[in-house]
C-alpha cells in the first residue's frame, strides 16, 4: 500500500501544432480577378459606344433584331468594299452619279432611274402626308372607318404611320395573316400617298399578348407574316420593291398599350425615312 501511494502519477500532455504559415484559400483573388475582368469590359463597352456614329449603332441594333432584308445596301464588313454594295454612293462610277443609283444599270432601266431621281427634287414634304392622307380618305367611301386606324406623327428618323386594330375592327382575320376588307383599303389609300414620295420604307409588326398560355404561341409567326402581308398590299396598289429596307417582327415583346392583352397592341408600323436616317441592311438573299 505505501508503494502504490508514493508511486508518482502519470502525466500525459498533447500538444496541438498549428501551421501559423500555412494556405489560406485562393477564392478572393478569383473573385477579384473576376471584378477586374468585369470592370474592364464594361469600359471597353463605353469607350466603343462614344467612337460609333449613331449610323454605325443603328446598323448594330438592327443586326440583332429579327430582320428580314428585303433590299441590299450595306454589309457592315471591312473588307474590299468596306461593306458597301455596288449601289452605294461612294462605290458610283462618274462624278455626276447620284445616290441610290445603281451605276451597272443600262438603257431603259438607267433612264428610268435617272428620271425618278430629277423627280423627286420635286417630292412634297413628308410633313404635308398626314394632310394628304386626310384628303384622300374623305374621298373614300369608307374614309371614316379607316382614319380610325391610322396614327400619324413625325419622328427623328421620318413620318410613322400607324396601322392598328380596334375592338370592333381588326385589320386582320383573329389568329392569321389574312387582311381583312379595311387593311386592303388601307393599303390602296396609303399606296396612293406614298408614292407620291421615294423615302425608304420599313415596316414593323407587333401582335398582342395572350392571358393563357397556348400550346403552340404564334406571336413571332405573326408579326413576321403580317408585315410581308402588308408589303404585298402595297406593292399590288403601285410601291415599289426597291423602296422596302427591311420587315421586321417583334412578337408580343413591345406593347403600346397598357394591357398587354389589348387588341391595340396589334399593329403594324410604316416608316417613311428621311435619306439621313435611314440605316443600312443586312445582305440577304433577295
Known amino acids: ?112 432611274t435617272h428620271a425618278r431621281s430629277a423627280a423627286a427634287q420635286d417630292e412634297p414634304p413628308l410633313e404635308s402626308i398626314e394632310a394628304m392622307l386626310n384628303t384622300a380618305a374623305q374621298a373614300h367611301a369608307q374614309g371614316a372607318e379607316m382614319l380610325r386606324h391610322l396614327l400619324i406623327r413625325m419622328t427623328e428618323d421620318g413620318l410613322q404611320i400607324e396601322l392598328f386594330d380596334l375592338d370592333d375592327s381588326p385589320l386582320f382575320t383573329p389568329g392569321t395573316a389574312e387582311p381583312m376588307p379595311v387593311l386592303r383599303a388601307l393599303g390602296g389609300l396609303l399606296a396612293e400617298v406614298v408614292a407620291l414620295v421615294s423615302n425608304p420604307i ?5 401582335v398582342r399578348a395572350h392571358a393563357v398560355v397556348e400550346r403552340e404561341d404564334r406571336a413571332w409567326e405573326l408579326s413576321m407574316s403580317r408585315p410581308q402581308v402588308m408589303r404585298q398590299l402595297l406593292e399590288e396598289d403601285g410601291v415599289l420593291s426597291r423602296r422596302f429596307l427591311h420587315l421586321t417582327g417583334h412578337g408580343d415583346r413591345r406593347p403600346v398599350a397598357g394591357n398587354p392583352v389589348s387588341p391595340r397592341n396589334n399593329r403594324l408600323v410604316l416608316l417613311l425615312r428621311t435619306p439621313a436616317a435611314a440605316p443600312p441592311a443586312r445582305p440577304g438573299p433577295f
Open 1 to 112: 500500500m505505501r508503494g502504490q501511494n508514493e508511486s508518482r502519477p502519470i502525466v500525459i500532455k498533447r500538444r496541438k501544432v498549428v501551421a501559423g504559415d500555412g494556405h489560406h484559400g485562393g477564392a478572393w483573388k478569383v473573385a477579384y480577378a473576376d471584378f477586374v475582368t468585369a470592370m474592364m469590359a464594361f469600359f471597353l463597352m463605353l469607350w466603343l459606344l462614344g467612337s460609333t456614329t449613331d449610323d454605325q449603332r443603328k446598323g448594330l441594333a438592327d443586326y440583332f433584331s429579327p430582320t428580314v432584308p428585303v433590299h441590299r445596301v450595306s454589309g457592315g464588313g471591312d473588307g474590299l468594299d468596306g461593306g458597301d454594295t455596288v449601289v452605294a454612293p461612294e462605290n458610283l462610277a462618274g462624278e455626276h452619279a447620284q445616290p441610290g443609283i445603281d451605276a451597272t444599270l443600262s438603257g431603259d432601266d438607267a433612264a428610268e
Open 202 to 206: 420599313t415596316l414593323d409588326g407587333h
